[in-house]
């Protein structure tokens, strides 16, 4: 039995030769036919040297990953699905090859030694080998990668990035299949909100005539305005801060600095000042009883000047300059 080692290495070699004679035009419509069945094709060691020898007069674009739940590759599993979807979409769409762009995958259960000769750490690694040889030849067959940390990791965006490197050549376009479930949902959705709104419309209408709920409204958003949240969002304040002896501060000195919970007892403070002021003017006049009246004039006139004065001392807070004061805040 000593010579069946010899006979299955002479049997290889020759299988190797006779694989090396194939010609560029004859390696392309076999991958091509293997890709209209089924693509991206599954490549092993020995086909991923087929498909990326020279002469080639085809571009091949051929994903390196790591599938198996032994290597935690969440990358591999998220992109492996657009990579799929990319290949059947250009296949499909590309049926006689006048791309000339074939679409492989080599996971590393099926090929080791590539991936130990190309020295790779990490996965998934997509290549491009561009053609060097045909109307379509580029100066350097060196393979071009892609770069997964600088875009979105999606078909079409692959896609674009593919295009790019194959001018003068058809682009099919990537289509996705119908999310039936998505259709479905957004029209129980949008239905049932024409049907609520439908029936709900004789209680809305009142409320959008209304002149007190456009009022509260427009109040509001003056008050959120004037007291700064707008310059919280884009700043991002800090919500309070400390004192420097243990304690907190609320209020920021200066003008142009703020916390956020400063924003928000000045729009209180805005709020009862204006709650105040519509009430002398608009309620206490409406009182029947000229007593009770008085007693409303005097307690809301009070609470004004107060909470007025307490207004003032935190201008003086921001600015130490600042000349006005009221009783009891000095």
């Not at 006979?7 to 991958?31: D, I, P, Q, W, Y």
């Not at 692959?158 to 999310?179: A, E």
């Not at 920021?252 to 007892?265: D, P, R, S």
């Not at 029947?288 to 005097?298: E, G, H, K, W, Y």
């Amino acid at each position: 039995m000593r010579w069946l080692p010899a006979f299955l290495s002479v049997s290889l070699l020759a299988s190797g030769s006779l694989a090396a004679k194939k010609t560029s035009e004859e390696r392309f419509k076999s991958f091509h036919t293997k890709s209209l069945s089924s693509t991206p094709i599954k490549l092993g060691d020995s086909s991923y040297r087929e498909l990326t020898s020279t002469p080639r007069d085809y571009t091949a674009a051929i994903v390196l990953t790591a599938m198996d739940a032994r290597f935690g590759c969440q990358l591999c599993r998220e992109f492996q699905p657009e990579w799929d979807l990319l290949s059947r979409s250009w296949t499909k769409g590309d049926k006689a090859g006048e791309s000339r762009l074939i679409f492989g995958t080599l996971d590393f259960v099926d090929g080791r030694d590539i991936f130990m000769s190309l020295g790779l750490q990490t996965a998934p690694i997509l290549l491009l080998f561009p053609p060097n040889a045909g109307p379509h030849a580029v100066a350097s067959a060196d393979p071009i990668r892609y770069d997964f940390t600088n875009g979105p990791q999606t078909a079409e965006y692959v896609h674009g990035w593919i295009s790019r490197h194959l001018p003068d050549r058809p682009h099919p376009p990537v289509r996705r299949p119908i999310n039936w479930i998505r259709w479905i949902s957004t029209f129980v959705l949008v239905s049932g909100s024409f049907t609520a709104l439908y029936v709900g419309w004789p209680y809305i209408i009142p409320i959008l005539q209304s002149r007190n709920v456009w009022s509260a409204l427009t109040l509001i958003g003056i008050l959120l305005f004037t007291s700064g949240h707008m310059y919280n969002h884009i700043r991002k304040v800090p919500y309070v801060a400390s004192d420097g002896k243990g304690g907190v501060s609320y209020f920021a000195a200066g003008f142009q600095n703020q916390y956020g919970l400063e924003t928000q007892i000045i729009a209180a403070i805005y709020g009862f000042l204006s709650l105040a002021g519509i009430s002398l003017a608009i309620k206490v006049p409406r009182v029947a009883d000229a007593n009770t009246q008085n007693v409303l004039v005097l307690v809301w006139g009070a609470l004004l000047f107060v909470v007025y004065s307490f207004l003032l001392s935190v201008f003086r807070v921001k600015n130490a300059g600042y000349p006005f004061t009221l009783p009891p805040f000095m």
